[in-house]
């Protein structure tokens, strides 16, 4: 797959987001890395990427597995110019008493500890080169808590801190790291499902609206980058 194209790399990239956040890229001149736990989500970006023109390499492997990520990026790994760290859990809302400790065990090794080892397979190749971006999907919850979401809120607030702390250790080197919180709900067909009879288009934010946006990031002019940014479709009543 080697070319003169920049190389960027997905975790998570399944339908939804994953699958415009491929499409975006693509058209923006990189080559990809689509690393997904589904088959059928994986395969859904990579046509997407293919049609924008991309060479694309797809890898099926669980985000939550550090070794699976790992040995999915290889050599390549540090070839990346972009790394984009977008997988999705399960949507899990307990009462803290009725968290297990497997369940937080199982929201940190997707969150933080999967993401760990994303950035450590690409930050070697991108501080040798001086240049390189690290984006983070993220939500409200890497702000603040509800009696219901301890264990998102604990991942998010997790991630959040590891983007705070790469790009402290490793902006002046060259690397972009960006944490991206999406302060809304996605018009995509998962949240279509659980919203129901509630479904309403203009209160979602349209994935591949989202994804500009992460290309937008990714071209920031190094003497003003951004590590937080936070958007929302114009109808959010931000009161969540």
């Known amino acids: 797959m080697a070319t003169d194209r920049p190389l960027c790399v997905i975790v998570g990239a399944g339908e939804g987001l994953g699958v415009s956040l491929a499409r975006a890229f693509a058209h923006d ?21 293919q049609d924008a023109g991309a060479n694309v390499e797809a890898v099926q492997a669980d985000a939550r597995d550090a070794g699976a990520i790992a040995a999915a990026l290889g050599p390549r790994g540090g070839e990346a110019e972009i790394l984009v760290y977008n997988p999705r859990g399960a949507s899990t ?4 008493l009725e968290v297990t400790a497997a369940e937080l065990t199982d929201v940190l090794a ?10 450590q397979a690409v930050l070697p190749g991108m501080l040798v080169r001086g240049r390189g971006t690290i984006i983070f999907s993220s939500a409200t919850a890497a ?5 219901r979401n301890l264990l998102y809120a604990a991942g998010k607030f997790g991630l ?4 705070q702390s790469l ?10 790291v960006a944490h991206v919180r999406l302060d ?31 290309v937008w990031v990714h071209h920031q002019p190094r003497s003003a980058w951004s590590n937080e940014i936070e958007l929302r479709p114009f109808t959010e009543d931000w009161t969540f």
């Open 110 to 119: 997707l969150e933080v500890v999967g993401a760990l080892a994303a950035a």
């Open 143 to 147: 702000l603040r808590g509800a009696g």
């Open 160 to 163: 959040r801190g590891m983007a």
């Open 93 to 96: 809302f307990k009462l803290p």
């Open 167 to 176: 790009a402290k250790a490793y902006a002046s080197k060259g690397v972009h």
């Open 184 to 214: 809304c709900a996605l018009d995509v067909p998962v949240i279509k499902k659980m919203m129901g009879a509630q479904y309403n288009r203009e209160k979602t934010a349209d994935p591949d609206d989202v994804a500009k946006s992460y």
């Open 29 to 49: 001149g990189n080559d990809l890395i689509l690393i997904g736990r589904s088959v059928e989500g994986v395969t859904k970006a990579r046509e997407a990427a």
